[in-house]
């Protein structure tokens, strides 16, 4: 898992896939939550902002390119502008039927400012979806990857605990009903720590 980001597509789809995204055909529940509250949320379809932003010291056409291949390759149908993009990716039928994050209703917006700030937003749809805990690090991820991918920042070799606790979650939810799938302290400090001296990304429901 030490390898570089590069933008060579299959390699960087291939690394970001095992981590981000596919949750081992896991129903869309939390596990912490009384079963009246996760009805709630389900009809509710709340929706959720998830905003980062960096600074980068790569200009013009090669930052937006690269960006726009990173955007690509997470599934997103990208437009390109000279100093943003924007995209959409998955479908009321992911939001329906999907275990998967990445087949969710997104937007995406990416803004590169005069001062080479680069901010990106993705917009969730939630709907008929239960947004854990754990979900949001799927976005999350998304978003610190993109700058580790862009500065071509190895990805930490840890990122497999991340898989792995999601994974073990997975089972334990197919043996126990809506149990588990909490974050051990270590684990989200480790998930924190990847924010390379920005402001961690924020997160907004959206009622």
């Known amino acids: 898992m030490a390898d570089s980001a590069?933008?060579?597509?299959?390699?960087?789809?291939?690394?970001?896939?095992?981590?981000?995204?596919n949750?081992?055909?896991?129903?869309?529940?939390?596990y912490t939550h009384p079963l009246q509250v996760i009805i709630y949320k389900i009809y509710k379809s709340m929706k959720y902002r998830i905003k980062y932003s960096f600074t980068i010291?790569?200009?013009g056409l090669d930052?937006?390119?690269?960006?726009?291949?990173?955007?690509?390759?997470?599934?997103?149908?990208?437009?390109?502008?000279?100093?943003?993009?924007?995209?959409?990716?998955?479908?009321?039928?992911?939001?329906l039927t999907s275990?998967?994050?990445?087949?969710?209703?997104?937007?995406?917006?990416?803004?590169l400012s005069q001062n080479n700030t680069v901010t990106t937003e993705l917009l969730v749809d939630g709907k008929f979806q239960d947004i854990t805990e754990i979900n949001l690090w799927d976005f999350k991820?998304?978003?610190?990857?993109?700058e580790y991918a862009l500065k071509d920042i190895d990805f930490p070799d840890f990122l497999s605990e991340y898989k792995k606790k999601k994974d073990n979650?997975?089972?334990?939810?197919?043996?126990?009903?809506?149990?588990?799938?909490?974050?051990?302290?270590?684990?989200?400090?480790?998930?924190?720590?990847?924010?390379?001296g920005n402001q961690a990304p924020s997160v907004e429901v959206i009622n």
């Open 6 to 21: 590069d933008f060579n597509g299959g390699a960087l789809n291939k690394q970001l896939n095992g981590l981000i995204g």
């Open 23 to 30: 949750r081992f055909e896991m129903p869309n529940v939390s």
């Open 57 to 59: 010291d790569k200009k």
């Open 63 to 95: 930052l937006m390119e690269n960006s726009n291949r990173y955007w690509s390759t997470r599934g997103f149908d990208c437009k390109r502008r000279s100093a943003s993009i924007i995209g959409k990716r998955g479908s009321s039928l992911g939001n």
């Open 99 to 111: 275990f998967n994050m990445t087949k969710l209703i997104c937007d995406l917006d990416v803004n």
């Open 141 to 146: 991820l998304e978003l610190i990857l993109y």
């Open 169 to 196: 979650a997975a089972i334990k939810w197919s043996f126990t009903m809506m149990r588990g799938r909490d974050f051990s302290p270590d684990l989200k400090n480790k998930l924190e720590g990847l924010v390379r």
